[in-house]
């Protein structure tokens, strides 16, 4: 708890320098959910115009079109309660069969959610009507991608196509951004094998989390020929995070959420406040964490058991049924499968309480961290199976077993895999924070999220992997809070994970591109690059990604 308690120190010499400086007044009261009221002599602080000014993206806005966190939007803002929208999904342009080819366009977009305001948000499409999320892009195995991507933020852009196995140059590099006004193709051609459930999302370095949180994100589904589960009527559930000011405005990052990563008042599944689902058959749910750092643990509550059926990259071997929980850390997916039961009922879909460890701001006392959020409500759920009202019982599907067969990736016989370490670690710079300038930068001065003892360095290639070795990498994080890993370009598996000197197997094989690393503990993963060209790999919680958790694999 040294850290914590020095990052305390820290800050609250920061935020009373700036205070000090700018003679501000008002109170403090955006943080008082935040233990920023434990602190001596935090009452009645500054409305912290530089702290807020701190935390602007680049270019973004003047410290007076700032609103102050105590002027956010109230968690009842937005109105609930709608049928779950369908996504909007994105036009092929082809004729080819094999060919899906369409126009992405990234831009700003004005949008009435809370009735009375407009909220511009920045989206990808024209998204006058329908979900404020990006479109579905719905592909088979096989199929050549060719997406124009037309950047029409004020900002550079790229797209990133999260988890699949698209060639270094096509996929979103924060080395190759697409400048405001110009475009590009993103070209590629998936695999046979990589059906599974993906999303696509901005990777400008030090700019991702402003352009996702404004609302570029979107969804990815890769088909298979042979999907054993064809048949399920599937939902999708693409969740997102927001946090709105009192005004419409979507919130700038505050200190807070640089440090912790941004959680707004609002969590969205389609881009609307819990909406309501109504299950009348077995179903197979494609779910997707595309908030910038919110974990969601969900569950429908210990009556509603579900199975997983799948995780980033396709299905399992078999299902893990009976769940009653499931962690998505910022970045994953998986595949469920909810039956719709014998009988009408109803329940919650909830992110339970998940404690990520985020960090508080105290005054140096042995509480360093914050209370974990409450449970939260994510969409209301009702069980109407079909039939039920006849009194006969609907007719369940039986889940194929195997899915699909897995193969745990190894190194052929007698060849030792290639050994990796990832270290995440962190750093709170007191001179940094102390210069006079620390306020005015664009991003919090002295907070350093780093990986192998560096933050991110566009001209520093971190690791080397040759093309076709299977590795093992070890992903050990040595911070006080959890962090999701995520790797470019390739799926892995997880072998095991150890904390408190306890080694845990994984106990079924599952392909990823995104794994949850809490404090103090390592994953150990199997993974293997197929093509040439540089791969980053990073923190999913994105501004940490922003602040530099984030470096560069060369593949040769
Ligand atoms: Cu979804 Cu490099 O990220
Ligand atoms: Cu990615
Ligand atoms: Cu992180």
Redesign the pocket.
């Given at each position: 708890m040294i850290r914590r308690q020095f990052l305390a120190h820290a800050l609250r010499a920061a935020v009373a320098s700036a205070a000090a400086s700018m003679g501000a007044r008002g109170a403090f009261a955006q943080h008082a959910g935040h233990d920023m009221d434990d602190m001596p002599g935090m009452e009645g602080m500054g409305d912290m115009h530089d702290m807020h000014n701190m935390a602007g993206m680049p270019g973004m806005s003047s410290p007076a079109a700032q609103p102050a966190a105590s002027a956010l939007a109230s968690p009842n803002a937005l109105p609930a309660g709608a049928p779950l929208a369908p996504l909007r999904k994105l036009a092929n342009e082809s004729g080819d069969p094999g060919t899906f080819r369409a126009t992405l366009v990234a831009q700003p977009v004005s949008r009435q959610l809370m009735p009375g305001k407009q909220t511009s948000f920045w989206l990808y499409g024209d998204a006058a009507k329908g979900p404020i999320i990006g479109p579905l892009i719905e592909v088979h195995e096989e199929d050549t991608v060719e997406i124009r991507f037309v950047n029409r933020l004020p900002q550079p852009s790229t797209v990133?196509w999260?988890g699949l196995p698209v060639p270094p140059d096509q996929d979103g590099n924060p080395s190759d951004p697409v400048a405001p006004g110009e475009s590009r193709v993103y070209r590629f051609t998936l695999p046979r094998g990589s059906a599974g459930t993906y999303w696509y999302?901005p990777?400008p370095h030090t700019m991702s989390a402003g352009q996702v949180y404004r609302g570029l994100a979107g969804p990815i589904i890769v088909r298979a020929a042979d999907d054993p589960l064809a048949a399920w009527p599937e939902r999708h559930l693409f969740f997102t995070d927001l946090k709105l000011a009192a005004d419409g405005a979507v919130a700038p990052n505050d200190l807070m959420d640089w440090m912790n990563g941004r959680e707004g008042q609002f969590v969205l599944v389609n881009g609307a406040r819990q909406p309501r689902i109504v299950v009348a058959r077995d179903e197979r749910w494609r779910v997707w964490n595309g908030c910038n750092a919110r974990y969601l643990r969900l569950s429908l509550g210990v009556s509603y058991p579900f199975a997983q059926v799948g995780t980033d990259g396709g299905l399992l071997g078999d299902a893990r049924d009976g769940l009653t929980e499931l962690l998505l850390a910022p970045?994953e997916r998986a595949e469920l499968i909810v039956r719709a039961g014998q009988w009408p009922s109803q329940t919650a879909l909830t992110a339970a309480v998940y404690d990520r460890r985020k960090m508080a701001m105290t005054t140096g006392n042995m509480h360093g961290s914050l209370t974990p959020d409450p449970a939260r409500v994510l969409a209301d759920v009702r069980f109407a199976p079909a039939g039920a009202a006849a009194g006969a019982a609907p007719t369940s599907h039986a889940l194929p077993s195997p899915l699909r067969p897995i193969e745990a990736l190894q190194p052929p016989a007698g060849v030792v895999a290639t050994q990796k370490s990832v270290v995440f670690s962190e750093e709170m710079d007191m001179a940094a924070m102390h210069r006079p300038d620390a306020t005015m930068s664009e991003m919090p001065a002295g907070m350093k999220f780093m990986i192998n003892g560096a933050t991110f360095d566009a001209s520093r290639i971190a690791l080397t992997s040759r093309r076709g070795d299977i590795e093992h990498w070890s992903i050990e994080n040595r911070t006080d809070m959890d962090h999701p890993f995520?790797l470019?370009g390739t799926q892995f598996q997880i072998i095991e994970r150890e904390r408190e000197g306890k080694k845990m197997p994984e106990p079924f094989l599952a392909w990823r591109d995104t794994v949850n690393v809490r404090p103090g503990e390592t994953v150990r993963i199997a993974t293997v690059q197929k093509m040439p060209g540089e791969r980053?790999f990073?923190c999913?919680i994105l501004e940490h990604?922003d602040l530099g958790m984030m470096a560069t694999l060369k593949v040769v």
């Amino acid at each position: 708890m040294i850290r914590r308690q020095f990052l305390a120190h820290a800050l609250r010499a920061a935020v009373a320098s700036a205070a000090a400086s700018m003679g501000a007044r008002g109170a403090f009261a955006q943080h008082a959910g935040h233990d920023m009221d434990d602190m001596p002599g935090m009452e009645g602080m500054g409305d912290m115009h530089d702290m807020h000014n701190m935390a602007g993206m680049p270019g973004m806005s003047s410290p007076a079109a700032q609103p102050a966190a105590s002027a956010l939007a109230s968690p009842n803002a937005l109105p609930a309660g709608a049928p779950l929208a369908p996504l909007r999904k994105l036009a092929n342009e082809s004729g080819d069969p094999g060919t899906f080819r369409a126009t992405l366009v990234a831009q700003p977009v004005s949008r009435q959610l809370m009735p009375g305001k407009q909220t511009s948000f920045w989206l990808y499409g024209d998204a006058a009507k329908g979900p404020i999320i990006g479109p579905l892009i719905e592909v088979h195995e096989e199929d050549t991608v060719e997406i124009r991507f037309v950047n029409r933020l004020p900002q550079p852009s790229t797209v990133h196509w999260h988890g699949l196995p698209v060639p270094p140059d096509q996929d979103g590099n924060p080395s190759d951004p697409v400048a405001p006004g110009e475009s590009r193709v993103y070209r590629f051609t998936l695999p046979r094998g990589s059906a599974g459930t993906y999303w696509y999302h901005p990777h400008p370095h030090t700019m991702s989390a402003g352009q996702v949180y404004r609302g570029l994100a979107g969804p990815i589904i890769v088909r298979a020929a042979d999907d054993p589960l064809a048949a399920w009527p599937e939902r999708h559930l693409f969740f997102t995070d927001l946090k709105l000011a009192a005004d419409g405005a979507v919130a700038p990052n505050d200190l807070m959420d640089w440090m912790n990563g941004r959680e707004g008042q609002f969590v969205l599944v389609n881009g609307a406040r819990q909406p309501r689902i109504v299950v009348a058959r077995d179903e197979r749910w494609r779910v997707w964490n595309g908030c910038n750092a919110r974990y969601l643990r969900l569950s429908l509550g210990v009556s509603y058991p579900f199975a997983q059926v799948g995780t980033d990259g396709g299905l399992l071997g078999d299902a893990r049924d009976g769940l009653t929980e499931l962690l998505l850390a910022p970045g994953e997916r998986a595949e469920l499968i909810v039956r719709a039961g014998q009988w009408p009922s109803q329940t919650a879909l909830t992110a339970a309480v998940y404690d990520r460890r985020k960090m508080a701001m105290t005054t140096g006392n042995m509480h360093g961290s914050l209370t974990p959020d409450p449970a939260r409500v994510l969409a209301d759920v009702r069980f109407a199976p079909a039939g039920a009202a006849a009194g006969a019982a609907p007719t369940s599907h039986a889940l194929p077993s195997p899915l699909r067969p897995i193969e745990a990736l190894q190194p052929p016989a007698g060849v030792v895999a290639t050994q990796k370490s990832v270290v995440f670690s962190e750093e709170m710079d007191m001179a940094a924070m102390h210069r006079p300038d620390a306020t005015m930068s664009e991003m919090p001065a002295g907070m350093k999220f780093m990986i192998n003892g560096a933050t991110f360095d566009a001209s520093r290639i971190a690791l080397t992997s040759r093309r076709g070795d299977i590795e093992h990498w070890s992903i050990e994080n040595r911070t006080d809070m959890d962090h999701p890993f995520h790797l470019h370009g390739t799926q892995f598996q997880i072998i095991e994970r150890e904390r408190e000197g306890k080694k845990m197997p994984e106990p079924f094989l599952a392909w990823r591109d995104t794994v949850n690393v809490r404090p103090g503990e390592t994953v150990r993963i199997a993974t293997v690059q197929k093509m040439p060209g540089e791969r980053m790999f990073h923190c999913h919680i994105l501004e940490h990604e922003d602040l530099g958790m984030m470096a560069t694999l060369k593949v040769v």
